[in-house]
């Protein structure tokens, strides 16, 4: 896009003339800025990287000292509103396919599949914004947020549930599934049997949209993420331990998860706590504690204290 056609559709004042007359893409994260891809923050430092990575153009709210008279600056009374003003251009010329899915299905797809022509919206307006915009006219558009689809694309598309199972299951591990599925034998799939119903969503989605995919890549994501750990909550290798952490970041699978665990091992000690709780697992017996917890932080945890636990040796 020109910078002249930039500043038309967006309102952003250019305040000098520069050599350079138009840009490749729009970035938000000065840190993924490639050469030719136009800025848009108002951080110092972020616009110094910018420019460090050769960014040809730079948007800001910010009262902007124009250090290379080569490259584009403008003058903006709001990023939000900028970066709207583009969204709904684009979406003027471009019918994008957009569609919700659990969060769980998204990490799904992004497991298995090519992702080719995927574009993965996030909790991030400005992020989504931002890829949207530079989406390519075949993509197909993901988002778990329902919100904010109908905000932008009232449109949106939502896939049906199965009226059935698609795979011969043979479950014998809480924590891994083997199955029959098409003339195939998949064996110690990293996916909990509970989970299932939504590999094979995903696996009927990507097939109609002939999408190529690998049940083999499947591996556990942030939802039903087995953590084997010892008494002192120091992380094991996996079925090395008969203490378990099973974190769950979604309140619609926590009750699903307890009673599966309670029907399906009836004899183990199964717990439900909060993150704030995880020390006092240390003084409790237990073999499943399952965790109110976002997967990245409750790892985070552990690592914090098998930190604490080497201290305390020396």
């Given amino acids: 896009m020109t910078f002249v056609n930039f500043g038309r559709l967006t309102g952003a004042k250019l305040l000098n003339e520069p050599s350079i007359s138009s840009f490749e893409k ?20 972020d616009i110094a990287l910018a420019l460090e990575l050769e960014a ?3 948007v800001s709210t910010s009262k902007l000292e124009i250090i290379d008279d080569e490259i584009a600056w403008f003058s903006a009374d709001s990023i939000d509103g900028v970066l709207i003003r583009l969204l709904r251009f684009k979406l003027t010329k471009i019918k994008f396919h957009f569609i919700y899915l659990p969060h769980i299905e998204i990490e799904l797809i992004k497991t298995i599949s090519n992702k080719e022509n995927m574009v993965f919206l996030d909790t991030d307006e400005k992020n989504s914004y931002e890829k949207i915009i530079n989406a390519d006219a075949q993509s197909m558009i993901f988002s778990s947020d329902k919100v904010f689809l109908n905000q932008i694309y009232p449109d949106f598309k939502s896939l049906r549930p199965l009226k059935k199972p698609i795979f011969q299951r043979n479950n014998k591990s809480l924590f891994l599934s083997n199955f029959f599925y098409q003339g195939e034998i998949f064996t110690d799939i990293k996916i909990s049997p509970l989970l299932l119903e939504y590999l094979e969503n995903v696996v009927t989605f990507l097939e109609q949209a002939h999408i190529s995919y690998e049940i083999q890549k499947c591996t556990y994501g942030s939802h039903f993420h087995p953590i084997f750990v010892n008494q002192k909550l120091l992380i094991r290798p ?12 979604d309140k ?11 029907a399906e091992a009836p004899w183990a000690k199964t717990l439900f706590i909060e993150s704030s709780e995880l020390e006092s697992l240390k003084n409790i017996e237990f073999n ?25 040796l020396f």
């Fill in 252 to 262: 619609a699978l926590i009750d699903k998860i307890v009673a599966y665990i309670k």
């Fill in 56 to 58: 040809y153009g730079i």
């Fill in 26 to 45: 729009i970035e938000t994260n000065a840190k993924k800025i490639k050469r030719g891809d136009l800025f848009i923050g108002d951080s110092k430092e």
């Fill in 288 to 312: 499943f504690a399952i965790i109110a917890s976002e997967y990245d932080k409750l790892v985070e945890a552990l690592e914090k204290n098998e930190k604490r636990e080497n201290t305390l």
């Fill in 238 to 249: 996996f079925g090395k331990s008969e203490q378990v952490l099973i974190c769950e970041s």
